[in-house]
């Protein structure tokens, strides 16, 4: 099965013949993969080097001439290290485009801290108005990446090297109900799922499936809670933990509910390890999360 960065790059190469207002900035990260597309479109593809501000700020110049950008890059590099310019070439000056990120919280680890950004999606929350898909399987990806660039919007499509064993169907629009409980509510983001529905076997909760976060489906977690299930949720998350805390306590304020945010912990993991390593070090696979889902709804 190809990866999500794969099917990103073989997709937008394909729209970039469809869409004459489509538009690439690479900084290095799968400039090769884009030749193909670069040679056909020279004026559309553009690689900036290791130049990450100049690869928000390219963008933002060509959003401002009526190109739909896609600006590519490893998450750190793409929304931590300019994040300014993000904040200001695109949402001061009220242009939008589409953020394309490889890499995710800790996808590769050998990278070093400076490649991992668990942060990158609680950061763009101090902005307004930005979509943010996080799909979980490439199918996935292929589906919320051409609805973000056929929309007009700013948004973030969060690629990771860990997927799902399935797809499941996405609209960008709100959370998908899989499974129904009446103890409580556990809502999985994106590539976790599997590990959610391992570790929530047996137990008598709803799960929801999340690959759109921003805008948050509290009408989604609403609906779950006055369905039954009791109002302790249960938020796993791929990067930060607690990143979508506030959101669901927002959803929730006319309930009373308690609400645990599972994700990457802050704390550093010094050792490069493997991603499953990785995953197990901050509690997200099955055994972890059982054990953390099982205490809490206790």
């Known amino acids: 099965m190809d990866t999500m960065r794969d099917r ?14 489509l538009a690439v900035v690479l900084a290095e990260i799968s400039a090769a993969g884009f030749q193909p597309a670069a040679r056909r479109h020279p004026d559309r593809v553009l690689n900036v080097g290791i130049r990450e501000q100049l690869l928000i700020g390219a963008g ?8 739909r950008p896609v600006m590519h890059t490893f998450a750190s590099f793409l929304v931590e290290r300019p994040f300014e310019q993000i904040k200001l070439d695109f949402d001061h000056q009220g242009v939008h485009g589409v953020l394309v990120s490889a890499a995710a919280s800790y996808d590769w680890p ?15 929350d101090t902005l307004d108005g930005w979509t943010v898909h996080v799909p979980g ?19 973030y499509v969060r ?26 509510v556990v809502v999985a983001v994106g590539p ?27 009408a989604a ?36 509910h308690r609400v645990l945010g599972l994700g990457v912990s802050r704390g550093e ?20 999360l059982r054990g953390r889902i099982a205490e809490f709804l206790a």
Do not use: C, K, W
Not at 221 to 240: S, T
Not at 274 to 288: F, S, T
């Open 221 to 256: 977690l609403r609906r779950a809670v006055a369905d039954g299930a009791r109002a302790d949720v249960v938020l796993v998350e791929p990067y930060l933990a607690g990143t979508s805390t506030g959101a669901a306590n927002d959803a929730l304020a006319e309930v009373p």
């Open 159 to 184: 690629l990771s090297e860990q997927s799902n064993a399935e797809p499941r169907p996405v609209t960008g629009e709100g959370f998908l109900r899989l499974r129904e409980g009446r103890g409580g």
């Open 60 to 67: 933002a110049g060509m959003a401002l001439t009526g190109l």
């Open 110 to 124: 050998a990278g070093g801290y400076t490649h991992m950004a668990p942060g990158d999606v609680a950061l763009l």
């Open 269 to 288: 993991l010094r050792r490069y390890g493997q991603i499953p390593e990785h995953v197990a070090a901050h509690g997200l696979d099955p055994a972890g």
């Open 192 to 218: 976790l799922l599997d590990n959610v529905l391992a570790a929530t076997e047996g137990l008598d909760v709803t799960v929801l499936y999340a690959t759109t976060v921003r805008p948050f489906d509290g």
């Open 8 to 21: 990103f790059i073989s997709t937008t190469s394909r729209l970039l013949d469809q869409d004459p207002r």
């Open 137 to 155: 399987h490439p199918d996935e990806a292929e589906a919320l990446l051409r609805r973000a660039v056929a929309a007009d919007d700013s948004v």
